[in-house]
């Protein structure tokens, strides 16, 4: 009877033992930045374009991972576990710059896009004025490495808010709801927003990196 009682586990016990096993499955928090440093400023840096805050967002990334270890579930990759912290972490920098920025306050234009629009922040359909058909290829030519700098290159370009509903919405695949909340504008400014940057970025890809 007593052997029994010693070889049963308290429920907190079992617990624990499963943390640790899944803890286990990481790796040293000391090769991180080794192992995955290089990968995760990179993919901050393309998002936030500001290579001194894409550093503080992974050094806030892996000391939030450092400290929440034990809840690593193991059903993805190292990797893909840090990335995720940090899309948390780069949502809470877009919360922030929201509400550092006026509530009326504009995006003007680069020069080169002026006239460009029309009244309801459409792009005019004018073959003079408006971006070329980028072809069959346009998918494979941005499968290219160099197309990753060339869109930095142009994410920079664009006025901040433009640039960050592209970012959200395009590539974090955030709800449209959501990134209203986080950029404070409306529905309707949202999406005016987003086809401005879309429309700039194509033009811009078209004559500074596309060999149409």
Request: negative net charge; glycine residues 4%; aromatic residues 8%.
């Amino acid at each position: 009877m007593s052997e029994e009682l010693t070889a049963a586990t308290s429920p907190r016990e079992t617990a624990r033992k499963a943390a640790s096993s899944l803890s286990s499955r990481l790796s040293d928090p000391k090769t991180w930045v080794e192992e995955h440093g290089n990968y995760l400023f990179r993919y901050a840096l393309i998002r936030v374009r500001n290579e001194t805050v894409a550093e503080d967002l992974v050094q806030d990334t892996l000391l939030a991972a450092f400290q929440g270890k034990e809840r690593f579930s193991g059903q993805s990759t190292e990797r893909s576990w840090l990335t995720g912290i940090l899309k948390h972490k780069i949502m809470d920098h877009f919360r922030r710059l929201a509400r550092e920025r006026t509530v009326n306050a504009t995006d003007a234009l680069p020069p080169e896009l002026e006239g460009r629009f029309d009244e309801l922040g459409l792009w005019k359909h004018d073959p003079e004025t408006g971006p070329a058909d980028w072809g069959a290829d346009a998918g494979a030519q941005m499968e290219q490495k160099e197309f990753m700098a060339a869109l930095k290159q142009c994410l920079d370009k664009l006025p901040p808010r433009h640039a960050d509903a592209f970012m959200l919405r395009e590539m974090e695949a955030t709800d449209s709801e959501q990134i209203q909340e986080i950029l404070g504008v409306s529905p309707s400014n949202f999406w005016v927003l987003l086809h401005r940057a879309r429309m700039q970025l194509r033009l811009c890809l078209e004559q500074n990196w596309l060999k149409l």
